[in-house]
């Protein structure tokens, strides 16, 4: 009779979690090959596949900060609030310059077109508030990803996951072993500071993925037990607390996963692994108040298992994490790009510049795409460590 062996760890892929003990390396493939009932990638070798202790996270009082430290994008100490707006109307997301617009789709009740004076990147349309004060155009071509970086604040000696930004760059979203946190900075060129709980989030089951709207008010993350499911939580205005989270309406089925929310609250993107291999979905509702109505599929089928979506503002690029079925070690980051967001997503192709021989996945784009923080096993002090890399406009 075989004893347990050492220590004991819990397996997930795309929100699955199984049990799996300690064997020689051989027999260990041999079991999680079988167990994860998958043809690509074992868990063996795959951190995003491996340990994350489940057990209670901490008490709510634990570093915690009060809800009325954050402001309208759920910033702590952020300064004027980037997003107090409310979200534009559909007449700008139509590509013609209509009413009172100033230029296609910006100025008069959208936001400022290229040359506007502007205080925070989230008035501009492109996303981009020059140094010098005035929105700046549309990026049409990008160059490649820096090198990335480890987020030095934020890693340690434990396993960090799912990187997102407010819309403004002074937040960071994420989570460590199970708990959400958050980690904030006075301007996009300051360091983060050290991270704390997201207030009054706990659960004895796994939360990830964290997702926020524009205005600060509505928060979207992935619970895993032995399958995932997304919740909700609200507020009523940024000094409020948190409620009590519920299921995301609209979208009760298990093994969805790794969400995405858009600025305005109307759309969110998302992964499901019901089939086997993962699938980006995404849903609409008709206001904040309203369900999220029938899911459909992002890309075609194809022999990828994609996870974890992030989206810049406008929902015209997308980067999401994949690995190839057949024959495949690792995830990588890839990106499509499409007109508007009522078309569909060209073909996706890898990210420049940022995958390795490592892993790669959750990634979190900046509002207008220049900048993405995603989570990696290369030279990590713990499991995973959060990464960042940048890119300058080419044209």
Same mark, same amino acid.
């Given at each position: ?63 915690? !900060? ?105 937040? +960071? ?92 609250? +109307? ?11 993962? !699938? ?36 015209? +690029? ?52 220049? !900048? +993405? ?23």
């Amino acid at each position: 009779m075989l004893a347990k062996l050492l220590f004991e760890y819990r397996v997930r892929h795309g929100g699955h979690w199984i049990a799996v003990h300690f064997l020689p390396v051989m027999l260990l493939l041999g079991v999680l090959g079988c167990a994860s009932g998958r043809t690509g990638p074992s868990a063996a070798g795959n951190p995003r596949l491996a340990a994350r202790d489940s057990g209670v996270t901490g008490d709510d009082g634990s570093l915690a !900060v009060p809800s009325d430290a954050f402001d309208a994008d759920g910033n702590v100490g952020s300064g004027a609030a980037d997003g107090d707006t409310d979200p534009p109307p559909e007449q700008c997301e139509d590509g013609v310059q209509t009413g009172t617009e100033a230029g296609i789709d910006c100025g008069g009740p959208c936001l400022a077109c290229p040359g506007a004076s502007c205080t925070v990147n989230s008035a501009c349309r492109s996303g981009q508030c020059g140094t010098d004060g005035y929105c700046q155009a549309e990026c049409r071509k990008w160059g490649s990803f820096s090198e990335p970086v480890p987020v030095e604040a934020i890693n340690d000696a434990q396993t960090n996951w799912g990187p997102e930004t407010t819309v403004d760059g002074l937040t +960071l979203l994420f989570c460590t072993e199970g708990a959400l946190l958050m980690s904030t900075r006075t301007s996009v060129t300051a360091p983060f500071r050290a991270p704390a709980p997201v207030p009054g989030i706990t659960s004895r089951n796994d939360l990830c993925d964290p997702t926020i709207t524009g205005d600060g008010l509505e928060l979207i993350y992935a619970e895993y037990s032995e399958s995932s499911v997304l919740r909700t939580t609200t507020r009523a205005s940024r000094n409020d607390a948190w409620r009590a989270p519920s299921t995301t309406e609209g979208l009760s089925a298990d093994n969805f996963y790794c969400p995405w929310i858009s600025k305005d609250g +109307l759309r969110i993107y998302f992964a499901d692994d019901s089939s086997g291999d993962g !699938v980006l979905l995404m849903a609409a509702r008709q206001s904040r108040d309203a369900p999220f109505g029938p899911v459909q599929p992002l890309f075609a089928a194809a022999s990828r298992s994609d996870d974890c979506p992030s989206l810049s503002k406008d929902e015209r +690029l997308i980067v999401f994490e994949s690995w190839l079925p057949d024959g495949a070690t690792r995830t990588d980051l890839w990106t499509a790009t499409r007109p508007s967001r009522s078309q569909p997503f060209d073909a996706p192709s890898l990210v420049d510049g940022v995958n390795s021989s490592n892993y790669e996945y959750d990634p979190g784009l900046s509002s207008n795409g220049s !900048v +993405l923080y995603f989570a990696s096993d290369r030279a990590s002090r713990g499991d995973v460590d959060i990464y960042v890399a940048t890119r300058d406009c080419i044209d």
